[in-house]
């Protein structure tokens, strides 16, 4: 594998180390004859490689005009997305030298997505609003369970009641959303974990995978609650630029979607005959009973 990607982007590797990854791809530092680059090895079948392709084209557009995104790199044919001969494929970029970079200042993103929201960019990845998690709340009013997993099964029968009793606002948020016309910018989906900065105090959003054409609230979810300033994060919206409004069917319609979505195809997608497969179950649900436990004031009705 390292002969290909070496002859695929035309540089020796000096050596790998492995970062922190992702949820679909294997993730490494790999120091070249050309510096340093960051690396995503997905197994094609798992990283819908039609879209992500559409969103690497996007994602290096965007990196033409701002300085604080990691540029997708080409191969040597100008191809940013590069099939291998193990059932894998490639994406590469530039490194950037720093650390996660954690924030629940709402003020702070919007001000750095602004930029991206403003730029004219041809995006085919538009959000559907789906609804996640109809298998699962089958599983919770049958009492019988498509998972082997002892704790996920635990987990979901701890949260029964709070999973039954959003259910159906949930729902009704789905049917809401797909029928609103508000303007839709280039929107990244998962912000949260990750948020970088360097030496210099420098922030980088990276990992954009997920691109879609989407309401601002997409992104801002995590960073909004019931004490959250609306009117200032509006009037910061309107002083970059954009004429935003927030919209609390939207926010919640992501809150609630992030759940049931973990619920409705993570979980149920983790390999439980894997030697780690107890283990990335549990760290989820450690995650998801987090998020459960601040939902409830982060919801705005």
Known sequence: MIKQIESAYGFSINSYIPAPRGWWAETYVLDTSRGKYFIKIFVDEMCFETELSASLDIHFEMAEHIEYIPKPIRT?????????????????????????????????????????????IKCKNHCQF?????????????????????????????NRDFFMKYWSIYEEL??????????????????????????????????????????IERDLR???????????????????????????DYHNYFLLNGLYDDLGNFFYEIDLEAADGEIKIAERTTGQQQYINTIEDRLIF
């Open 222 to 248: 995590e960073y909004i609650d019931s004490s959250t300033d609306i009117g200032q994060l509006e009037a910061i919206a309107k002083n970059a630029g954009l004429y935003w409004e927030f919209d609390k």
């Open 130 to 158: 789906p609804l996640y998690g109809k298998k699962i709340m089958n599983d919770l009013l049958t009492d019988k369970y498509h998972t082997k997993s002892e704790i996920l099964i635990g987990h979901m029968k701890r």
């Open 76 to 120: 040597v044919d100008g191809i940013l997305l590069h099939t291998l001969d193990n059932n894998r494929v490639v994406a590469l970029y530039t490194h950037i030298n720093g650390t996660n970079f954690k924030t629940n200042d709402a003020r702070l993103i919007l001000s750095l997505m602004a930029n991206i929201y403003k730029l004219d």
């Open 174 to 215: 789905v049917y809401k959303v797909r029928n609103k016309q508000n303007k839709l910018y280039l929107t990244h989906g998962d912000l949260g974990v990750n948020l970088m900065i360097d030496n210099n105090r420098k922030i980088f959003i990276v990992d954009w995978d997920s691109i879609h054409l989407g309401p």
